[in-house]
């Protein structure tokens, strides 16, 4: 080979290999954008995801939201937001005020011990009963150092209950009873009202709301979330000092069983009662 023909493949080779070094410093060059690019996306993304779940964070809940929403008042209340609920005969000349909250073990026990007691009397226009619902076992008002049930069932059954009452008095005392019934009432720990659904099926028991469609619409659709917390309000800025439930006030005195351990019985409710309306 001659000299001429060595050199000039020497230099077509080293050709060659420039044009080759600069594909692969593109290619390198591109690579690295890419990678630049994918970080770029990633922390945008990661960032997005922070600022989604920061946004969600703080987010007011449904009940939350509820609180300066506009009360719908069901029908058969009166007083501000309708957070007056009295039942009874005209004829009646005393009240007695009733203060419960649905997940309330305590109440549940009087209910099915002396509910019916209630009823009869009612009906009996021996008084009126006016209902005050609290919603405290919800954890709604509870201290940072105390131990509440936490959850959202008392209010959301309280929301049904005003469903009930829109229907008519005796479906909203027959719907308190059902709830409180030793078949329906969850365990205090057990936030069972916060399902819909589960109110409906308690509701179905009910013979004036088994498949009231208006009644199911107003509990799924939260017709009365608002007046539910406003019921709640005016059982916390009660003026009969009630802090507990049940408790049951006549002539603005509380009514009180001779053995508190041992709960309320038909017999010691009436007992009580009967004093108060003498007195």
Same mark, same amino acid.
């Given at each position: 080979?001659?000299?001429?023909?060595?050199?000039?493949?020497?230099?077509?080779?080293?050709?060659?290999?420039?044009?080759?070094?600069?594909?692969?410093?593109?290619?390198?060059?591109?690579?690295?954008?890419?990678?630049?690019?994918?970080?770029?996306?990633?922390?945008?993304?990661?960032?997005?995801?922070?600022?989604?779940?920061?946004?969600?964070?703080?987010?007011?809940?449904?009940?939350?939201?509820?609180?300066?929403?506009?009360?719908?008042?069901?029908?058969?209340?009166?007083?501000?937001?309708?957070?007056? /609920?009295?039942?009874?005969?005209?004829?009646?000349?005393?009240?007695?005020?009733?203060?419960?909250?649905?997940?309330?073990?305590?109440?549940?026990?009087?209910?099915?011990?002396?509910?019916?007691? /209630?009823?009869?009397?009612?009906?009996?226009?021996?008084?009126?009963?006016?209902?005050?619902?609290?919603?405290?076992?919800?954890?709604?008002?509870?201290?940072?150092?105390?131990?509440?049930?936490?959850?959202?069932?008392?209010?959301?059954?309280?929301?049904?209950?005003?469903?009930?009452?829109?229907?008519?008095?005796?479906?909203?005392?027959?719907?308190?009873?059902?709830?409180?019934?030793?078949?329906?009432?969850?365990?205090?720990?057990?936030?069972?009202?916060?399902?819909?659904?589960?109110?409906?099926?308690?509701?179905?028991? /009910?013979?004036?709301?088994?498949?009231?469609?208006?009644?199911?619409?107003?509990?799924?659709?939260?017709?009365?979330?608002?007046?539910?917390?406003a019921m709640s309000k005016a059982f916390d800025t009660n003026k009969d000092n009630v802090t507990g439930t049940p408790s049951f006030v006549m002539d603005g005195k509380q009514l009180k069983t001779s053995n508190p351990n041992a709960g309320w019985t038909a017999e010691e409710?009436?007992?009580?009662?009967?004093?108060?309306?003498?007195?």
């Open positions: 080979m001659s000299k001429r023909n060595s050199q000039a493949s020497k230099s077509a080779a080293r050709e060659r290999l420039r044009i080759e070094r600069e594909r692969e410093a593109k290619r390198a060059k591109a690579r690295r954008q890419i990678i630049v690019a994918c970080s770029v996306v990633g922390v945008l993304a990661a960032a997005g995801g922070i600022g989604y779940a920061v946004v969600q964070a703080n987010k007011p809940s449904h009940w939350e939201s509820m609180t300066d929403a506009k009360v719908v008042a069901p029908a058969n209340t009166s007083g501000t937001n309708g957070t007056t /609920v009295v039942i009874g005969k005209d004829s009646a000349k005393k009240t007695l005020k009733m203060y419960e909250d649905p997940r309330c073990p305590v109440c549940a026990s009087f209910e099915q011990a002396a509910g019916a007691t /209630v009823d009869k009397d009612v009906e009996a226009g021996k008084y009126k009963l006016q209902f005050v619902g609290g919603t405290f076992l919800d954890g709604d008002q509870m201290k940072d150092n105390e131990i509440g049930a936490r959850g959202e069932g008392s209010k959301n059954a309280m929301s049904a209950m005003g469903a009930a009452l829109n229907v008519s008095p005796e479906a909203f005392l027959d719907y308190k009873t059902a709830l409180y019934s030793a078949k329906y009432h969850p365990e205090e720990s057990d936030d069972k009202f916060k399902d819909d659904d589960y109110l409906i099926e308690v509701a179905n028991s /009910v013979p004036a709301l088994k498949n009231n469609t208006k009644f199911q619409n107003a509990v799924k659709k939260g017709t009365y979330d608002a007046w539910a917390l409710f009436t007992k009580a009662v009967d004093a108060a309306l003498k007195g």
